[in-house]
């Protein structure tokens, strides 16, 4: 055996587990969940070829669609607002002023509650009579404050604001950027007269541009796979399926109703719907992001 | 009854199982010269000491078989997932409604042959029950606790509302009509906050909906069994036994149109409202344990809340009446049972049945039943069992479950979708966004779709399956 070679399979040798533990944990369920796609399977029974079927059910499955429109309007409130809140907190919390590390501290201290607990602690918050946000409307002269979780029209724009709870892993990324922006560039555009206004939109924002993105990514990917605070907080579909989300729609299919095969054709279905998703903001910002190498 | 768990519970269960199934004892099933038979049950808390304490007095009772009592949560899902990596328990105990969906898919074992040949039968049984553990012709599993339910209700509250305590409603329109005097209003009159009664309200005040619900009198959604149920208060049939669900049936839509009438009575913003106030159930946040719901239906099992969260409450239970003419004027009650089973794959099913009989034994499941403060499902009841009873409302709950109008939920495998639709459907028609004829359509439609489709894999199955467990059944 050669120096080379031998080489090489001490290496193997050595990243084995790693490589067993993938292979049996996720390359293969991932590779099963594909086959049982194709199949009626109910975990017990041995699962039957079905071909296409699961994947046409769900063409014709209005509670279906009804998941996939209930998880994209979430996204499109939820991820905007997650992405902007994010960036103005960290370029507040980027300005020099005292105890600026405290501060930081405290807006990133809600990301490191556990989901069910934040759930629990929202749904107190949100709670319709006993709540503390319509307790507080009542005290401004609100008298017939909204049911946010009671009221379909309202438990979306409810999750949407509750998930920016968590944004202090976000703004802890766009803080790390903006340390990156090139202080010649911002003192360069100080000197010609811009104001700060015009320095966050010309310098700062296409310099962290690559970090939006980042970002950007990773709200889709995570957006379209909500699943506790729906979970958690309604216990089920919601007022008129309102907060049914389509990991929540899965996940009964999976494990309440048994159809195991059908949940796998959505999981795929969830996969491809992320990955067209991803591609389309990878296109659309090929011209708005801004590579410093490049 | 559907216990109401939070489902992220479940959630933690599916994670755990795989735990679980790996729970196959390491010495082979054998401790000493026992055969050890493991066994899987849902209650905790007291329910599972009263269990615990029959399994030991089984134990005791013989020196061939230990049953070891495992308290586990959850314990449908993690049974099927138990039984799919062939490691699961000896006896496990599930709700009668898992039966007809576990069996078909073939997680349990037939208990015929052992019911046979130990002399247990449908004699034995309160009809209902024996019936709630019957599908496609065999038998799966044997009642530990029945339920079933009745109206309870605070007779401190009656007496406030000027309504005789001893005196609860007996038809279905003095339910609603002690409803309305029972449920108290806040409302703004002449520049002052009061408090009145909603039958008191002017017909231009009950209209206009511009009043707080501070009390109420009874609230169909908040009950010990699922809101789809109330169909049987109003003759409903579910399902015809074959090929063809009855969601539409005369009888649900009539439900459901009463159901409308309460929403369309207090308002849906202030039923919303009202309803927010409640936290967990079969909690001190719920509304009847809390003082702020006068009626409520609920089970056996619901002297032990009061007990637990309500210890001053003063109640009294009753038949909850049906529609006219519905069951011949007899009592209608919608029963539920704790089962026990053999999963398919189990490694002692004779010594687990032989644990199954003895719980069956009237001594022992009277012990177990009144430790639960619940009554058996078997037909004998001793009179020593009832005067020793802690729960007052105990021959009530029998004569229930005996009364011809006892039912039993459809024993249909796609029960708990059927279920999830209709409690859909019964929500949109208490927020007015549907009418009952509507949102009953659409559960027909989704849940007849899918009643079609298990029904074409029966098809190909259901002979094979049918043969393997005729041939189960000298076992």
């Given at each position: 055996m050669t120096g080379d070679r031998r080489r090489t399979w001490l290496g193997l040798a050595f990243v084995s587990p790693w490589l067993l533990g993938v292979a049996a944990f996720t390359a293969y369920p991932v590779a099963a969940s594909l086959y049982y796609s194709f199949c009626d399977y109910d975990v017990l029974s041995k699962p039957v070829w079905v071909g296409l079927l699961n994947y046409r059910d769900m063409a014709s499955d209005s509670v279906f669609w009804k998941s996939v429109g209930n998880t994209l309007i979430f996204n499109l409130m939820a991820l905007p607002l997650g992405l902007v809140a994010s960036l103005a907190l960290a370029l507040l919390l980027n300005q020099?002023?005292?105890?600026r590390g405290v501060f930081r501290a405290i807006y990133y201290?809600?990301?490191?509650?556990?989901a069910v607990a934040s759930a629990m602690i929202w749904l107190w918050i949100l709670?319709?009579?006993?709540?503390l946000l319509n307790t507080a409307l009542g005290a401004v002269g609100?008298?017939?404050?909204?049911q946010w979780l009671g009221d379909p029209a309202w438990t979306k724009p409810s999750l949407a604001v509750m998930?920016?709870?968590?944004?202090g892993n976000t703004v802890v990324i766009y803080l790390a950027a903006l340390q990156g922006v090139p202080r010649s560039l911002l003192e360069a555009a100080m000197i010609d007269g811009a104001s700060a206004w015009d320095r966050l939109i010309h310098v700062t924002l296409p310099a962290i541009s690559p970090v939006i993105y980042f970002n950007l990514i990773i709200g889709i990917i995570g957006g379209l796979q909500v699943f506790v605070s729906a979970f958690v907080m309604?216990?089920?579909?919601g007022p008129d399926r309102s907060v049914l989300f389509y990991a929540v729609y899965l996940y009964e299919n999976a494990?309440?109703?048994?159809?195991m095969g059908y949940a796998c054709a959505m999981a795929w279905m969830l996969c491809l719907l992320i990955l067209a998703l991803t591609w389309l903001a990878s296109r659309s910002s090929r011209r708005l992001v801004y590579y410093q190498g490049e | 009854m559907p216990a109401t768990h939070p489902r992220w519970l479940s959630l933690a269960a599916v994670l755990a199982a795989g735990l679980a199934g790996c729970a196959r004892h390491a010495d082979g099933g054998a401790s000493g010269s026992r055969v050890v038979v493991d066994y899987w049950e849902k209650w905790s808390g007291f329910e599972a000491d009263a269990m615990q304490a029959v399994v030991d007095d089984f134990n005791r009772s013989q020196d061939r078989i230990e049953v070891r009592f495992l308290s586990v949560s959850e314990v449908d899902t993690k049974l099927l997932l138990a039984a799919s990596s062939g490691h699961p328990p000896d006896v496990a105990g599930l709700w009668s409604e898992n039966i007809p969906d576990f069996s078909e898919k073939g997680a349990l074992t037939p208990l015929d042959g052992g019911i046979a040949a130990s002399g247990l039968?449908?004699?034995?049984?309160i009809p209902v029950y024996w019936e709630l553990c019957r599908h496609r012709g065999f038998t799966w599993g044997l009642p530990t606790t029945p339920g079933c339910v009745a109206l309870f209700y605070n007779k401190k509250l009656f007496r406030a509302a000027?309504?005789?305590?001893?005196?609860?409603?007996?038809?279905l329109a003095e339910l609603d009509s002690m409803g309305r005097r029972l449920t108290v209003v806040e409302i703004e009159r002449a520049g002052r906050r009061v408090r009145v009664s909603f039958a008191d309200l002017t017909p231009g005040e009950r209209e206009g909906h511009h009043f707080t619900l501070?009390?109420?009198?009874?609230?169909?959604?908040?009950?010990?069994?699922?809101?789809?149920?109330?169909?049987f208060w109003f003759g409903?049939?579910?399902?015809?036994?074959?090929?063809?669900?009855?969601?539409?049936?005369a009888g649900n839509l009539a439900a459901y149109r009463w159901l409308r009438e309460t929403t369309q009575a207090y308002g849906v913003d202030n039923l919303r409202d009202f309803g927010?106030?409640?936290?967990?159930?079969?909690?001190?946040?719920t509304p009847f344990l809390g003082g702020s719901e006068a009626m409520v239906v609920q089970g056996p099992w619901w002297p032990n809340f009061i007990e637990k969260y309500a210890p001053g409450l003063e109640w009294g239970a009753a038949p909850c009446p049906a529609a006219d003419g519905v069951a011949g004027g007899a009592p209608v009650t919608v029963a539920q049972a704790d089962v026990v089973v053999i999963p398919r794959g189990a490694r002692h099913p004779r010594e687990a049945f032989e644990f199954i009989r003895y719980l069956q034994r009237q001594d022992v499941a009277e012990k177990l039943a009144r430790s639960q403060q619940k009554f058996t499902a078997l037909s004998q009841v001793s009179e020593g069992f009832l005067a020793a009873h802690?729960?007052?409302?105990i021959r009530l709950f029998i004569s229930l479950a005996r009364s011809p109008g006892a039912r039993a939920l459809p024993?249909?495998?796609?029960w708990h979708e059927y279920n999830a639709e209709m409690s859909v459907a019964a929500e949109r028609v208490q927020n007015l966004g549907y009418t009952p004829a509507a949102a009953l359509a659409e559960v027909q439609e989704r849940v007849q779709w899918k009643l079609d489709r298990v029904s074409r894999r029966w098809d190909a199955v259901g002979k094979e399956r049918m043969a393997e467990w005729r041939a189960y059944s000298d076992w």
């Open positions: 020099p002023v005292r105890a201290l809600p990301s490191l509650v556990p709670n319709g009579r006993l709540g609100v008298h017939h404050p909204p998930s920016m709870w968590g944004c309604f216990g089920g579909p494990f309440e109703y048994r159809q | 039968g449908p004699d034995h049984y000027g309504l005789d305590p001893e005196r609860p409603p007996r038809t501070v009390q109420l009198g009874h609230l169909p959604q908040d009950s010990g069994m699922y809101v789809s149920a109330w169909g409903a049939r579910y399902y015809d036994g074959d090929r063809r669900i009855l969601a539409n049936d927010s106030s409640f936290g967990i159930q079969q909690s001190g946040q802690p729960n007052p409302a024993r249909l495998s796609i």
